[in-house]
């Protein structure tokens, strides 16, 4: 091999090495975000945005208690979404909050990789609406290292739940 070729050689093997730190110990998170509709169909969350986040932010109690009426109830509904929406807007801004946010694909899967190990958070908020629903979800979730951790979205883990109907 002549000279320069195993001088170019050396010093790839150095960059490699140098930059093998970088790469190795991250991990990757993968989430799919769904709802049931009333027939009983799992409805994907197409193109929705979700968000990677550091913290959780406060998600306002939904009380809709003495609510009987659709109108009431449907304010109650709109009033907790949007403050959910404004506080979560409000953290935006802060430095080492947003990680990253992606569009899910067309089946409700999104990743994030490359991520140092530790605690995130996933978030989808309004205006987002599935099956006819409006969705709101704040997720915990760990990045572990050389792993990928994965996590449903749905009904069971959502931040603004809907008490059952009186």
Known sequence: MPGHYRKGLLILVVIM????PVWAGNGRITARVSLTDHGGQVVYGDWVRVY?????????????????????????????????FIGFQARLDQDGYLVD???TRPDGAVAFNQLPPGPYYLVVTFPTMIAGQKATWQVPIEAVAERTVHIELNAANMALRLPPQP
């Open 101 to 103: 946010n992606k569009l």
């Open 52 to 84: 990677l986040v550091t913290e959780p932010v406060d998600v306002p109690e939904l009380d809709l208690a003495g609510a009987e009426a659709v109108v009431e109830r449907t304010a109650r509904i709109n009033t907790a979404h949007l403050d959910f």
């Open 17 to 20: 090495g140098l930059a093998l």
